[in-house]
């Protein structure tokens, strides 16, 4: 692991299982909570998407249903191991791309998208890289492009039940309980991004966020 403080940089063994630890974990849920996200994210026929920290795909395959074959999506991720596995479960659609790379540093793209995605993945960040992700997703999209965010919402983790103080505290990324505690949309607002909307998941720990470039 290259950042000690975060656990998004996931171990070879996580990112290799790591479909199956979350369907494992959630009891099968989770791959109907991200059906449902995307479904409610909006993406459009034709929309082009940028997927930050993309993972082994299983957005990609999803959001390919709406974009269709008009739509054109890149997915970004850092390991190895997660690019192969989004490559090989999306190998049938000549409109998707995975790129290996830092979504923190300067992206190897100049074009302009409609969507930038982020799921899960803005947490496991120290506030410094989280404000360059965020530019880099602004500067990504065009004008009036919408940028759209899942992952934990504002919430006090200490006033929270047992299990999520666990899950926050002991399973996931250190950074995730300082990321609740953060206004993002305050942050997002002094980036350039404005008309927010949100949905929430999982008793309100869990928010999806979209906003547009102004
Ligand atoms: C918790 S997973 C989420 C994956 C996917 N977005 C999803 O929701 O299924 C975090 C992902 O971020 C990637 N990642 C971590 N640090 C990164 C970085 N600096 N640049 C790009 N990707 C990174 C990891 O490899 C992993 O695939």
């Given at each position: 692991m290259g950042n000690k403080e975060t656990k998004v940089e996931l171990t070879p063994f996580i990112a290799k299982h790591y479909d199956a630890f979350l369907n494992a974990f959630s009891i099968g849920i989770y791959p109907f909570f991200t059906a449902n996200v995307v479904k409610e994210a909006n993406f459009k026929k034709g929309d082009s998407v940028l997927d930050l920290g993309?993972?082994?795909?299983r957005f990609a395959c999803l959001i390919q249903k709406y974009i269709g074959e008009k739509g054109k999506y890149v997915g970004i991720d850092l390991s190895e191991i997660m690019v192969q596995q989004a490559k090989k479960r999306c190998r049938s659609f000549k409109n998707i791309h995975f790129i290996q790379g830092r979504i923190e540093e300067e992206l190897p793209l100049t074009e302009h998208f409609d969507k930038v995605f982020i799921s899960?993945?803005?947490?496991?960040?120290?506030q410094e890289n989280r404000i360059k992700i965020i530019k880099n997703a602004y500067n990504r999209l065009r004008i009036g492009g919408q940028f759209i965010i899942l992952d934990y919402a504002e919430r006090d983790v200490n006033t929270a039940p047992f299990i999520v103080k666990f899950l926050i505290r002991?399973?996931?990324?250190?950074l995730a309980e300082e990321f609740m505690q953060i206004d993002l949309k305050k942050v997002l607002s002094e980036n350039g991004f404005s008309d927010f909307k949100e949905k929430f998941y999982f008793k309100n720990y869990v928010r999806l966020e979209i906003c547009k470039k102004q």
């Open positions: 993309a993972g082994t795909g899960f993945v803005l947490h496991g960040f120290v002991k399973v996931e990324c250190p």
